[in-house]
């Protein structure tokens, strides 16, 4: 884990966190953008609304765009929390996976940000692709990548 971050893994969720020096409001609007989120994630390369959505709100959707060694793949994804200033949070339709982002004012000033991700059950067919053609070690990518992410976010947004 990077300095400066707390993170926790198991076989279902995936958490890290930072404190960032700008207010929940900010944090909030800068990663509720999700057409912004491939500037700082090292899986995915961006998002796009879907319909007429132009922003994060409950029952948006958007298609994610992401990466992993080889394999490219887009996911479509609908808004489950919409909170300026205090939480966003998606949901993955094909997966069931769920990505939430909290903020937090912090006590020393800033924005406590918690970024995790949430699975009921990994489909055994995600389970099986992953060990045959990308390594099996896609928990571990995703946990330093929520790690990377936040500390993208925070060198873009501190600067």
Known sequence: MAKGNDAVMNDHHLQ?????NRSPADVYDAIADITQM??????CTG???LGRAKEATVGARFVGFNKRKWARWATVCKVVT?????EFAFKVV?????WRYRFEPSAGGGTLVTETRELDKEPAVVKLADKAMLGGNHEVE????????????KAELER
């Not at 890290?16 to 960032?20: A, F, V």
């Not at 491939?38 to 899986?43: D, T």
């Not at 919409?82 to 205090?86: C, E, Q, R, T, Y």
């Not at 094909?94 to 769920?98: E, F, H, I, K």
């Open 82 to 86: 919409a909170n300026p200033g205090k």
């Open 47 to 49: 998002g796009r609304w």
């Open 94 to 98: 094909p997966s069931g996976a769920t």
């Open 142 to 153: 995703l946990d330093e990548g929520i790690v990377a992410t936040l500390e993208r976010v």
């Open 16 to 20: 890290g966190q930072t404190t960032i």
């Open 38 to 43: 491939g500037r700082w994630s090292p899986e």
